[in-house]
């Protein structure tokens, strides 16, 4: 494997053989199979389940990390293309990744999306200039558009819950959050959904569609698998015969990049915050909550959910585990 | 052994036990009994000897680490039941810790005393609250009122001193510090010096008596062992024929959690700095100087005092490694 | 090896086979020579490349680090001697570093030049004392005059290139930037360029001298191989011929301290940035740029240059981390 950097790169073939392989992994107590490896991560920002994961899969493997912050260098790193670093930065991208790199088997970096322009985040470019930088394998980290550890992460999390493939049905539901989130997390969700087969329905309010070209993709893996795609504002249709509630939240996609209009918009909805009631009238038994994590508990969902037998957010986040070091093996093995 | 949250869980033989296993570890230079086990470290705290010395026992014992803190989530975690999270912080440390332990072997938590309600602290809620969270083993790296990594190693160093323990006298003194400290250290290091069978003298002025339930806790190890427990404010009586003086600072008890009184009483003893007067006339030779670190020099003790012969607090320090390791061992081997 | 403290406290022999060996360390996938070894890294001033690669180091060898900085102690490191602790520092250096000590097999040391008194950092007081707290092997990771690490580094670079020792033209070239940074580079390199037998020249504005103290070492260095050692501020009579040009910046030594008055001197020579005509008329072929990083984009340095042919800069800081390989196997191997 090269990289590691989006879902779609590989066959399902492929993403189905690094979950048996990740699920050999869970069984075994001690590996040493990367000995002596080096995994280099960068965080343009914060992590909590991405930066323990990595650290706790790799040491599990017989190697190590190393961790990067913009805070590490002299008042920040510079990543404008062409700028005289006369202002407070002391350090340039262009020299600190491929030093970072130098050093390390494999680099993980994640570069959020900066949501000024819809159009640029779609396109990904930041992610693609840091990745070109380094001459080793890169592990996408979460970009502007893409969450690839979380998408194979979830698709574990399916298969360990025995969701069905063909005819199941994954509804992803858009909820209240005080900030405008990015889009990487429903726009890779609904793909790594449809690729499995399923039936995705995307629950959101008026404004808050996602965008054309995330639902052509996901479309696209539909037709090859036998699944579908539909987006909806009508909670009740929605959630019949639901398997799984997946909740996240997102900017709006009509004002992006307009802070206050979002805001606007969004605080319509404060309402959106999943509990009980939606499940009343699923036939389906049991229709398990999932979440990317970090939630906002009362603001995103109740307390009730989260704590109670449909939750599987912390099964989720441990996947995370088990399917990075199935990754990391045939990266780095 | 599952948790290490408190050395009153553990018989006396047990102790004995982890301090031979300690001395054994400290002669070894090469041990990979841990390899590939990852120990999650969690700090709500600041902290300096014991985030790097469990760094380094789990290097040694060819495992792993990480960290966490609440700088790591976004705007920090939060920690209160029930409460609907649309202010700051954007993550509840009820996933947040379910999660982290998931990808470890063994977690250790520090949630120091908040210091408002005496009775709130003694009880140790908090921490029972968040080990309650983790269902694999926990180590206990200073709650509300224990801090029993700390006591362990001053047990070994108390042996490797060869102090007397039917008849050692051990006085733990009060000194001034400009904050109004927590009472994990002076409770847990008299529990210690009572379950180890020596004669405990507590020196503190009139308002900073240790609390009832302490006390009570100290004598009732002390009837099992022959050993004693005195409160005083007489000094010249309390160091007659010490052979450690163990000194600490700690909230006044008659003011704890109103810090302005707190600050008023305390100053009216900022004399309390141990210096080499506090040791004329005590007849046993040597009597050492223990303390637990950080340290004040000059407010709470003298240079001279400190970089004496007296002094064995890097001593103390060095052992929380080899104790820690010892632990780790019965808990993770 | 008991410290790597100084590049001249090694013969030119020593220096060789740690170049030997750290081509050697190059070639090897997985090594395990320094299973269960720690090392301590104290950072009192910030880093990136050598926080990392020594971390990098450390993990392909088998052991692990873990590290310090101010920021962890609670308000701080005290580092004043004789100082009453009534402020805000919480913790003594006196008490920190052989506490972090006494769990590493050896420790790293950051502690940079404060720039208040040339005559202070020249004599590397700080530096020496933060040494003498420690009993375990030091490695000198910047002190106020000395940076060791990237000296063997930039040796072994040199090397790789085939630049010719007796004959080679060595110019290190002082270039604009905002801030009076340290001597140490400067200072270092050319020592380390006349010990390898070049002939070196020291090209900088009026008032940026080198001192006396540093260029009677590096004279002393080259009277014993046959290098030499020139200051100008001719840049074409320097260039000629030159087979390497190492830019780096540094307070001005006429008014070293004196911030206002540095600031105004060096803001004259804001023209001092490499850029290709600094290159015409050199007759040797090719003429490598070299740079210690973190470097200043279009103020040191134009983008063209750092990003073509003649930049090794990368190169430079990944032999950091071979060289350092070196260093540690034979000081704890």
């Not at 025995?162 to 005819?167: F, L, N």
């Not at 009508?234 to 249709?237: G, I, K, L, V, W």
């Given at each position: 494997m090269k990289d590691f950097c989006d879902l779609a790169d590989f066959s399902i073939e492929e993403v189905e053989r690094?979950?048996?392989?990740?699920?050999?992994?869970?069984?075994?107590?001690?590996?040493?199979?990367l000995q002596g490896k080096v995994l280099a991560l960068l965080f343009l920002n914060p992590s909590l389940r991405t930066l323990t994961s990595f650290q706790a899969s790799m040491i599990r493997l017989g190697g190590g990390t190393f961790v990067i912050s913009p805070e590490m260098s002299i008042h920040g790193l510079e990543t404008r293309s062409g700028v005289v670093m006369d202002g407070a930065a002391a350090e340039h991208i262009r020299e600190a990744v491929p030093v970072i790199a130098s050093y390390a088997d494999a680099i993980?970096?994640?570069a959020i999306a900066p949501r000024n322009s819809l159009e640029d985040d779609l396109q990904d470019e930041y992610s693609k200039e840091l990745r070109s930088l380094c001459d080793i394998p890169v592990l996408n980290l979460e970009s502007s558009i893409r969450h690839p550890c979380q998408s194979l992460s979830d698709w574990k999390t399916l298969e360990d819950?025995?969701?069905?493939?063909?005819?199941?049905?994954?509804?992803?539901t858009w909820v209240y959050h005080p900030e405008a989130l990015p889009l990487a997390i429903p726009g890779d969700t609904i793909h790594m959904a449809a690729s499995r087969g399923m039936d995705?329905?995307?629950l959101r309010p008026d404004g808050f569609s996602l965008p054309k070209e995330i639902i052509d993709r996901a479309e696209l893996a539909a037709s090859l698998t036998g699944g579908s795609i539909t987006q909806t504002n009508?909670?009740?249709?929605a959630l019949e015969g639901a398997h799984i509630v997946y909740a996240g939240s997102w900017s709006s996609t009509t004002f992006y990049g307009d802070y206050p209009k979002d805001q606007k918009a969004r605080g319509e909805y404060s309402d959106w915050c999943v509990d009980e009631t939606w499940f009343k009238g699923i036939t389906s038994d049991p229709c398990y909550f999932m979440h990317a994590l970090p939630v906002r508990r009362g603001v995103e969902v109740e307390d009730h959910i989260l704590d109670g037998a449909r939750s599987v957010v912390v099964r989720q986040a441990q996947n995370r585990m088990f399917t990075q070091m199935s990754v990391l093996l045939d990266m780095l093995g």
């Open positions: 690094l979950i048996i392989q990740a699920n050999k992994l869970e069984q075994r107590s001690s590996m040493q199979m993980g970096i994640r819950l025995s969701i069905p493939k063909q005819g199941g049905k994954f509804v992803f995705v329905t995307v009508d909670r009740n249709n």
